[in-house]
C-alpha cells in the first residue's frame, strides 16, 4: 500500500521512487519473504476450495479494508455465485470495484458483485438480510483493531459496539433470515491473553460468535495472525504517508513484530472459512527466531528502497526539525518512541493460557478449539448493549475493565496513562 501513497505525491518533494517500488518489493523488504507462507496449502487445497466456494453466495463484511478486499479479490478465483461486500466507507468500496476491475482479469462473467455502503449493525442491514436470498457463506472483517482506541471512554464505547454489540445483533439477524451456514470473522493475535482493552474486545467477539446465532449444522471459524504489511492505517503504511508528506517516521524502540502481506492474510482468512472445521480459530505457524522483525530494521530497509538512510532522534520536536536538513543529505528522520501506551503488548503470541495447538490438516497453520469463557453464562453481551446504547448509563474506563476482567481470567490490563494519540 505504500507505493500506492506515494503515487501522484506533489513532483517538488526530494522522494525518488524508484523503478521497482511495488507492493510485492515492499512486502519482501518487510517479510524477507518473496513466496507466500500459505501458498502451497492454497494450491494443495484448491479442489476443495472450489468445492466449498463455488456455485455459493457470499457476503463479505468489512470488506473494502486492507485483509476484507484482499479476501474478496481471492474469493473470485473460486467462481461463486454472488459475491456482495458491505462497508461503512463509499471511499474503500470505491477502490475496491476499481482495483476488481481493472486487473487484468477483470471480475468474472456471470459473478453477481454488488456493494453497499452500510453499517453491517445497522436497521437498513437488517432490511438487506431480510429482503435478499439467503447467503451460503458470511466473512465478517468489521472491527476497531487499534490500541489507541481506549484512549477515552467515547471512543472505547465505539469499539466495543463495533467489536461486539453490533456483532451480537448482525448474527442473531442472520439466524432469523436464514442466512451463513459458513461462518468465519477475524480475530487478532492480541485476544491471545490480551493486555488492552482491544484484545479483550476481540477474545469476547471469539466467544460471541460461537454462542449467538451460530448456524446449526454448520461452520463456525475464526483466525488470529499477525500484523499485516502495508494495511489501512498501519505503522508501515504510516512511513510511506510521512515520507510524501516530508515528515519523520517513528518507531516504538527494540520492538519486534510477526508481519503477513495482505495477500497471505486473504489466504489465512480463506482456508479458515472453508476448510477449518467447526468452533476453531487458526494461526500461522509462525517462529520467533524466523519471523519475529525488529521495527527499526524495517524502517531501514524501507527508507533505503528510496534512497534514504535513517537519521534516529528521541524527540520528536528535533525530527520534525530535521528533515530539510536530513533530506539533502540523502538522510531521514526516524524518531524512536518507548513502549509505554496504555494497553500495549510488548510480545505477540497465538496462543492464550489454557488453549491447546491442534493440527488441521494444513501445513502452514494450526489451530485451537475455541474455550468458551463465562462471558455468555454472565450475560455481559446484554449488558455491553446496555452500556452502549443508554446514554444515561455513567461508566468510566476503568468500569469497562473491570467488566472484562469479571469474565476473562487471562485479561491484565496495562495502564500507563499514555495513548498513541501523543506521540507522531
Not at 18 to 41: K, Y
Request: include cysteine; hydrophobic fraction near 40%; glycine fraction near 6%.
Amino acid at each position: 500500500m505504500t507505493s500506492k501513497a506515494l503515487i501522484g505525491m506533489p513532483t517538488h518533494l526530494p522522494i525518488r521512487v524508484p523503478r521497482h517500488s511495488a507492493d510485492a518489493d515492499l512486502n519482501a523488504l518487510v517479510t524477507g519473504r518473496t513466496e507466500s507462507l500459505f501458498a502451497g496449502d492454497i494450491s494443495a487445497n484448491s479442489s476443495k476450495l472450489l468445492d466449498q466456494i463455488s456455485g455459493r453466495r457470499i457476503l463479505v463484511v468489512g470488506g473494502g479494508g486492507s485483509i476484507g478486499s484482499a479476501t474478496t479479490a481471492l474469493l473470485t478465483r473460486f467462481q461463486p455465485a454472488a459475491i456482495h461486500v458491505i462497508d461503512h466507507s463509499e471511499n474503500y468500496l470505491a477502490e475496491l470495484v476499481r482495483n476488481l476491475r481493472g486487473r487484468r482479469e477483470g471480475i468474472p462473467d456471470g459473478l453477481d458483485f454488488r456493494t453497499f455502503p452500510l453499517d453491517y449493525g445497522s436497521p437498513i442491514t437488517a432490511r438487506l438480510l431480510a429482503d435478499v436470498r439467503a447467503y451460503d457463506a458470511v466473512l465478517n472483517f468489521a472491527a476497531l483493531k487499534h490500541v489507541r482506541s481506549e484512549k477515552d471512554i467515547f471512543s472505547l464505547l465505539q469499539m466495543i459496539d463495533t467489536n461486539l454489540v453490533r456483532h451480537a445483533r448482525f448474527k442473531e439477524t442472520l439466524k432469523r433470515h436464514g442466512h451463513a451456514s459458513i461462518y468465519f470473522a477475524v480475530s487478532t493475535d492480541k485476544a491471545a491473553n490480551p493486555t488492552s482493552l482491544m484484545g479483550a474486545s476481540k477474545r469476547l467477539m471469539e466467544d460471541l460468535i460461537f454462542a449467538i446465532g451460530a448456524p446449526e449444522n454448520g461452520r463456525t471459524t475464526s483466525a488470529r495472525f499477525a500484523n499485516v504489511a502495508f494495511s489501512n492505517g498501519s505503522l508501515l503504511q504510516n512511513f510511506g504517508v510521512r515520507l510524501a508528506a516530508r515528515q519523520p517516521i517513528a518507531v516504538p524502540r527494540d520492538t519486534r513484530r510477526y508481519f503477513v502481506t495482505q495477500a497471505e492474510a486473504a489466504e489465512i482468512c480463506l482456508l479458515t472459512a472453508f476448510l477449518a472445521p467447526d468452533r476453531h480459530i487458526v494461526f500461522p505457524h509462525m517462529e520467533a527466531e524466523v519471523h519475529l522483525q525488529p521495527l527499526e530494521d524495517i524502517a531501514t530497509r524501507f527508507l533505503a528502497q528510496f534512497g534514504f538512510e535513517p537519521e534516529f532522534y528521541d524527540h520528536e520536536e528535533q525530527a520534525r526539525n530535521a528533515v530539510d536538513s536530513a533530506a539533502a543529505q540523502d538522510r531521514w528522520p526516524v524518531l524512536l518512541t518507548p513502549l509505554d501506551t496504555s494497553g500495549e503488548k510488548p510480545y505477540e503470541e497465538f496462543l492464550g493460557h489454557g488453549e491447546k495447538a491442534v493440527e488441521i490438516g494444513l501445513a502452514s497453520i494450526a489451530a485451537l478449539r475455541h474455550v468458551p469463557t463465562p462471558a455468555v453464562d454472565r450475560h455481559l453481551f446484554e449488558r455491553l448493549d446496555e452500556l452502549v446504547n443508554n446514554p444515561s448509563s455513567a461508566t468510566g474506563k476503568e468500569e469497562v475493565v473491570r467488566i472484562f476482567a469479571d469474565v476473562l481470567a487471562n485479561f491484565r490490563h496495562i495502564e500507563t496513562g499514555r495513548n498513541l494519540d501523543q506521540r507522531l
